[in-house]
């Protein structure tokens, strides 16, 4: 077992002090001027000429586009979901021949054919 002696010989005193420890930790920072420079110069001139007055709002033009999105996402959505369809079916299939099985996908015959 180590004596408290030996505990302690690493740390300070806690009584003894530096000088570096009692002068004041504040860090003074420089103000910069940034603030009393003119704002930089405009990249493009004048923007007024791309502005749009409410008035020049084709609503029937924005509900063609609107209905024509939507329908491209409703056949993404559908084409996603046949997709996931197609591959579960194919992962089933796959997972009946792989173990050994027969007649794993159902074959369709008709009663004209015979």
């Given at each position: 077992?180590?004596?408290?002696?030996?505990l302690t010989w690493g740390m300070p005193d806690q009584n003894s002090s530096s000088s570096a420890e009692d002068e004041p930790r504040?860090?003074?920072?420089?103000?910069?001027?940034?603030?009393?420079?003119?704002?930089?110069?405009?990249?493009?001139?004048?923007?007024?000429?791309?502005?749009?007055?409410?008035?020049?709002?084709?609503?029937?033009?924005?509900?063609?586009?609107?209905?024509?999105?939507?329908?491209?996402?409703?056949?993404?959505?559908?084409?996603?979901?046949?997709?996931?369809?197609?591959?579960?079916?194919?992962?089933?299939?796959?997972?009946?021949?792989?173990?050994?099985?027969?007649?794993?996908?159902?074959?369709?015959?008709?009663?004209?054919?015979?």
């Amino acid at each position: 077992m180590q004596s408290a002696g030996m505990l302690t010989w690493g740390m300070p005193d806690q009584n003894s002090s530096s000088s570096a420890e009692d002068e004041p930790r504040v860090v003074n920072f420089r103000r910069n001027n940034a603030g009393t420079r003119p704002p930089p110069a405009a990249p493009v001139a004048d923007l007024a000429k791309y502005e749009k007055g409410e008035s020049s709002d084709d609503y029937r033009h924005r509900m063609i586009v609107n209905v024509t999105v939507f329908v491209f996402v409703v056949g993404l959505i559908g084409a996603g979901i046949w997709l996931a369809d197609t591959m579960a079916a194919m992962r089933k299939n796959q997972d009946c021949v792989l173990s050994g099985r027969r007649g794993c996908t159902p074959v369709e015959v008709t009663k004209d054919r015979w």
